[in-house]
């Protein structure tokens, strides 16, 4: 089971931590990943991180703003967003990975998921 908070409504430039705490013993072994989604649109990949966080990746829309890390000890995983504009706006959801692929941008590769969290961006 995973649970996102976080989220919120912020200026454009603004910064948001949103958080994904994780009730399964064995977080640490998952690859897990963040995902938004604009109503009535295909989830699109933020970010992703492997368990030991030594691998992870950015979409080109959040590279160099964004920043994706995990605490294992505290079963959570964390995306800071730094210099947020208006069409980051959506509902963020984390995920962990439940297959063997290897389209680790992908959301089908992803079996858990969180409730997601709202964030906006005024303008």
């Known amino acids: 089971q995973l649970a996102e908070s976080g989220g919120g409504l912020v200026q454009a430039g603004g910064s948001l931590r949103l958080s994904c705490v994780a009730s399964e013993r064995t977080f640490r072994s998952y690859t897990m990943g963040w995902f938004r989604q604009l109503p009535g649109m295909e989830r699109e990949f933020v970010a992703h991180i492997n368990g030991n966080s030594r691998s992870f990746a950015y979409s080109d829309a959040v590279k160099g703003r964004f920043t994706i890390f995990r605490d294992n000890a505290k079963n959570t995983m964390y995306l800071q967003m730094n210099s947020l504009k208006p069409e980051d706006t959506a509902v963020y959801y984390c995920?962990?990975?439940?297959?063997?692929?290897?389209?680790?941008?992908?959301?089908?590769?992803?079996?858990?998921w969180g409730q997601g969290t709202q964030v906006t961006v005024s303008s």
């Open positions: 995920a962990a990975l439940t297959t063997t692929s290897s389209l680790l941008d992908d959301d089908a590769s992803y079996g858990y």
